[in-house]
């Protein structure tokens, strides 16, 4: 099945995110946003390994944004990307670190609630020019094993996951 995935081509372009400009910018050269879905910045410099994704969820049109975890030449564009988004909620399906490569830079944590499978952050973050600020919700998933997937059937039966997951929609739902 893996193999079969493989080998399956997308008709879809990611020619921008191919650009050599932007390649260093990409964690993964294989894991690349297509162009009509990209999240773009303001600015001179418009590119971000993310991508808008919307999902029928029953009868609502559920949104979101998939992004690497930030490298370090493109931590500032990330929080950018936050800001103008207007993302309140951020899922993260990695550490911190992993196999000793930083997946996230240091945070200016307010406060952090340490679950059984994961961690609940809230980060203030701000436009320095604009001098305003806005609460962050950070959802850690702290058992991802690295480049694969969990197996989430003990998950599912967890309190705490359901917990998450509860929590997860309450926030979307507030910040829609």
Known sequence: MKQELRQVKSTDECAIAKLPENKPLNRFRNILPYDFNRVELTGKHNYINASHILMNVGEMEAHYIAAQGPLPDTS???WQMIW???VSVIAM???DV???KVKLYKLSLLRVQSLE???????MIENRP???GRLVYHFMFTNWPDQTAPDTRPLLQDQYTLSYLACLDALRSLSS
Request: proline share 0%; no cysteine; aromatic share 14%.
């Open 98 to 100: 992993e196999n000793g």
């Open 130 to 132: 604009m001098g305003t």
């Open 117 to 123: 499978h994961f961690e609940i952050r809230e980060i």
């Open 84 to 86: 103008e988004q207007n």
């Open 93 to 95: 399906l990695t550490l």
């Open 76 to 78: 500032y564009d990330f």
